[in-house]
């Protein structure tokens, strides 16, 4: 299917592994312009370079910038212009106990989580509506309805990522501009591996195998059965991203592998 996303200019927050990574990798094979992003800047150039090395014709460029950093999240956005597709996917999560959250931990997940994506829509949207076309998608999380008592704080997050989202696409009417949400479900992303290998190699078993015993003691109703690959959620996201999805506008869309049960 082509999805009309040639030349379209895509920037994505959080970028350089992961989710992030995956949706960069899909829209410059259907040959959009991406510029991804990470807090460290080896890491982002590297990340690039694998791109590069991936597409080689691609239009593909990099900037680094950290989003629990207002100062460095002003200089990032002035370099943005003529983006035509905003993926809001930075994001940060831990696991940690109610009564352990001090003040500083729900301002800075607030800040990185939710503050980035606010950021970077008030600076971006404007130019889409003049246009009258534009993408601005959001990479929330099952976990921002069915809030995890461990992490109460990135569940807040999700929350209000959807909350906010919802609100903007209020402003798109009478536009092709449109602002959704994309409710992930329990990924298998670089940080989630590294921790599972880690678990694996002390308790002398396979990867695979504790990767099911995990999925079994924490998601034991997932529809899915397993730990979702990153490439399935940008997969939704970059469809979202494309002119054949213009009637999708103000949703939250499920991603989750059968997780919540709601409907």
């Known amino acids: 299917m082509n999805l009309q996303l040639e030349e379209k200019k895509a920037f994505i927050s959080g970028s350089t592994q992961g989710i992030g990574f995956a949706i960069a990798q899909q829209l410059l094979a259907e040959n959009a312009e991406v510029i991804i992003n990470g807090r460290n800047k080896e890491k982002t150039e590297l990340a690039v370079e694998k791109l590069a090395a991936e597409f080689p ?7 680094a910038a950290d989003f629990g950093k207002k100062e460095e999240v002003e200089k990032l ?29 729900w301002y800075t ?35 921002g309805v069915n809030i995890p008592g461990n992490m109460i704080h990135y569940g807040m997050t999700k929350a209000a990522m959807m909350a906010f989202s919802n609100g903007l696409s209020k402003l798109t009417i009478g536009t092709e501009v449109t602002v959704n949400t994309i409710l992930g479900g329990p990924t298998y992303s670089d940080g989630v591996a590294a921790t599972i290998e880690q ?5 002398n078993i396979e990867t695979e195998q504790m990767k099911s015993i995990i999925v079994q003691q924490t998601n034991p109703h997932s529809l899915l059965q397993r730990f979702i690959n990153p490439s399935e959620i940008a997969s939704l996201a970059v469809y979202l991203s494309s002119p054949l ?9 499920r991603a989750d592998g059968g997780v919540l049960k709601t409907i």
Do not use: C, W, Y
């Not at 999560?93 to 931990?105: H, R």
């Not at 503050?115 to 990479?139: D, E, Y």
């Not at 678990?199 to 308790?203: G, L, V």
């Not at 999805?245 to 103000?250: K, M």
């Open 77 to 105: 956005i002035q370099k943005l212009n003529d983006i035509e597709i905003l993926i809001n996917n930075v994001g940060i999560f831990e696991l940690k106990n109610f009564e352990d959250l001090e003040d500083e931990d």
């Open 57 to 63: 014709n691609a239009k593909v460029s990099g900037i």
């Open 109 to 143: 997940f607030f800040e990185i989580n939710v503050m980035s994506s606010i950021r970077l829509s008030k600076k971006l949207l404007p130019s889409m509506l003049n246009k009258k076309s534009g993408r601005i998608l959001f990479i929330s999380s099952e976990s």
């Open 245 to 253: 999805s213009i009637a999708t506008n103000g949703a939250s869309l």
């Open 199 to 203: 678990i694996a190699a002390m308790q």
